[in-house]
């Protein structure tokens, strides 16, 4: 057997079967690109040849009767085609693989940075994905040592005089800000980003002048991803935020209930998404573990 250029193929594999399919003999080409298969029963049969970097050889069927000796002449092996392989996989599959990723991310090792995307056309998030991300982020243990700090810098200022001080203090001011950030959470990153289809996460840009990354950072807070890849408003931090906020009139001492309280919470939430956000974008990739993604398009 020959290849296009006239060269003789050694090694190609050689089977002979009976016209049924039923496979019947082996054997392996020669150097000179020749085999043979002796003793066979007489019946009909074909040739079919599978050599490394050729597209496969199937002879036409032949008749052998006992005692006849049949020559196979004229077996050519053409190059094999390239094949591509295109594997298409659910979309709430690939989420959830780039969710377990982005449960990895950690400031200096410890922080959560679980809603920093740095994958430029991430999956969307399915309303459980949305849901699960938010507790595993929002009941992280560090979450709990933050709202301590939180706590104490209140007991210190004697910041809300009404909650008091001492043990009893701490102990409403520690649980006021405890509940502040679980709903407020759970608000912007579940609940309302479920009902109005949008995207809770930040797109990391990552390239660009100074200016363009700042406006990125800083409108964020503002404009964020549609489930469906679209741009719009983000009125799931704006809802969550001031949601938030009026939940913490139940809870708050009753000189500080009000109007004002909800602005004031719904504003220092603003700006905590604000100053989060280019944090995510100057510094959290040099400082996160676990980084997967460069927020570029792909191809570039």
Avoid: C
């Avoid at 489930?227 to 949601?243: H, I, Q």
């Amino acid at each position: 057997m020959l290849d296009l250029s006239g060269a003789s193929v050694s090694g190609a594999k050689v089977n002979l079967k009976h016209s049924d399919g039923t496979q019947s003999r082996n054997v392996v080409s020669d150097a000179n690109g020749e085999f043979s298969f002796v003793k066979i029963l007489a019946g009909s049969y074909l040739v079919v040849v599978n050599a490394e970097g050729f597209a496969p050889f199937t002879s036409a069927e032949f008749l052998a009767t006992d005692q006849q000796v049949y020559e196979l002449r004229d077996i050519s092996l053409s190059v094999a085609t390239a094949s591509i392989e295109v594997r298409v996989r659910p979309t709430d599959v690939i989420a959830a693989e780039q969710i377990r990723a982005a449960e990895k991310q950690r400031l200096v090792g410890v922080i959560p940075n679980f809603y920093t995307s740095y994958i430029y056309d991430a999956a969307p998030l399915t309303w459980k994905q949305k849901f699960s991300l938010a507790v595993r982020g929002t009941f992280d243990p560090v979450a709990f040592i933050g709202v301590g700090v939180a706590a104490g810098i209140e007991q210190a200022n004697n910041t809300f005089a009404g909650y008091g001080q001492g043990a009893s203090g701490y102990g409403k001011r520690y649980a006021a800000k405890f509940v502040d950030g679980r709903s407020s959470d759970l608000l912007t990153h579940a609940v309302f980003p479920t009902l109005l289809h949008q995207d809770p996460r930040y797109y990391y840009q990552g390239s660009g002048s100074i200016k363009s990354r700042l406006m990125h950072a800083v409108g964020s807070a503002f404009v964020t991803r549609s489930d469906s890849g679209g741009t719009e408003p983000n009125y799931s931090y704006f809802l969550g935020d001031v949601g938030s906020a009026a939940l913490s009139n139940l809870y708050y001492p009753k000189a500080n209930r009000g109007a004002h309280l909800v602005f004031t919470n719904a504003a220092v939430g603003l700006a905590g998404r604000v100053g989060g956000n280019l944090i995510r974008e100057f510094l959290s990739k040099r400082l996160t573990a676990n980084v997967t993604g460069d927020g570029k398009p792909p191809g570039l």
